[in-house]
């Protein structure tokens, strides 16, 4: 075989072996959710940046170095020791590459490593998490309604235990501990009537679901309820996001004078984001418009939805998320829409 038949098999076979990868790696991506999609060819990285495999463990990207943006597919350098800090984006935005050194927290003159949870007390539970401290009560919040039988229901402590319990007061002014919370002083005493099989005798208590915590962005809605299988008051927990921050409704038509907008649907379907997972399918929320009259735009009617999101490893959970079926708009703010959006007023 001379060298020119050699020469073109040699070439037929890396064209075939290149073709064959980039095929693996188009498959591979299909099976991350398509958040990702590889060249043709390795990327040519600049000089000291190394070539690393993407979030999805399909591609080969150049490393992102420190002060360049980042998120789960275009991975940091882990060799000169960079994370990905989200602490300034908005959920499903891009993070930056910053040490790890930067992402450490301090809380009362002790150091902790970004990642690392630890309890300063009994009652409290934190996580040190992009160079700031979040914590959690480890004690129950949950309120209990006044009952004939317990008219002036109070949380007290008692000897020896770190959370406060409920305990109830007698017509002599003397404190009677519920006898089933001193057997189980980790969980609120039952309502009056309770039974074995709570749903044979449970009278349902809600409040109202609150205004979401922010006004735009990612938020969170809570309300006190007992419906759950023990039919004991809980305090629930709703993610929702009343709109964009820094995003305007999109302009449908000719373009007319409008001072308000009382809602707008995405244009186009979109994941949801919550903590670094992706929901599994894809939505398109209604988001509540923007006045330029001095009224503000507020949900109106909503309704709660457990939507399945996908974490790293393919872990599931199902967050119960609020869904804006319509808004309304009055001048009953609680907030100055000049204060919270400084963008250009739209029309529709």
């Not at 996001?241 to 305007?248: G, N, Q, S, T």
């Not at 004078?257 to 939505?283: D, E, I, K, M, N």
């Not at 418009?289 to 974490?311: A, E, K, S």
Request: hydrophobic residues 25%; contains cysteine.
């Amino acid at each position: 075989m001379d060298s020119q038949v050699r020469n073109g098999c040699t070439h037929a076979l890396l064209l075939a072996a290149v073709l064959l990868h980039y095929l693996c790696c188009q498959i591979c991506c299909q099976q991350c959710g398509g958040l990702c999609q590889c060249p043709s060819s390795n990327p040519v990285c600049p000089d000291n940046v190394p070539l690393v495999v993407d979030g999805c463990g399909c591609c080969q990207i150049c490393a992102r170095q420190k002060g360049e943006s980042c998120s789960d597919m275009l991975v940091c350098d882990k060799k000169n020791d960079l994370q990905c800090d989200y602490s300034a984006s908005f959920p499903g935005d891009p993070g930056e590459c910053v040490s790890a050194e930067e992402l450490s927290c301090e809380l009362n003159g002790v150091s902790y490593q970004d990642g690392e949870v630890f309890q300063p007390s009994c009652a409290i539970q934190c996580r040190c998490v992009s160079g700031g401290v979040t914590c959690v009560p480890l004690c129950s919040n949950d309120v209990r309604l006044p009952t004939p039988d317990c008219p002036h229901p109070q949380r007290v402590q008692l000897p020896g235990k770190c959370c406060q319990e409920w305990v109830c007061e007698n017509i002599d002014n003397s404190v009677l501990q519920d006898a089933q919370a001193a057997h189980r002083p980790d969980q609120l005493p039952p309502l009056p009537g309770y039974q074995a099989n709570p749903s044979l005798n449970c009278i349902e208590q809600s409040t109202e679901w609150s205004a979401c915590s922010r006004t735009c962005g990612p938020g969170i809605s809570t309300r006190v309820t007992n419906q759950n299988p023990a039919c004991r008051l809980e305090m629930q927990i709703r993610l929702c996001k009343v709109r964009p921050c820094h995003a305007f409704p999109p302009r449908s038509g000719p373009v007319r004078p409008r001072t308000c907008q009382s809602s707008y649907r995405s244009a186009v379907p979109v994941r949801l984001f919550h903590q670094g997972c992706y929901s599994t399918r894809v939505y398109r929320p209604r988001y509540c418009g923007l006045c330029t009259d001095g009224r503000c735009c507020t949900p109106y009617r909503t309704r709660t939805i457990n939507v399945p999101f996908r974490c790293r490893g393919g872990r599931l959970i199902y967050p119960a998320v609020m869904m804006i079926t319509s808004c309304a708009c009055h001048y009953n703010c609680p907030y100055s829409p000049a204060a919270t959006y400084r963008s250009p007023a739209f029309s529709g």
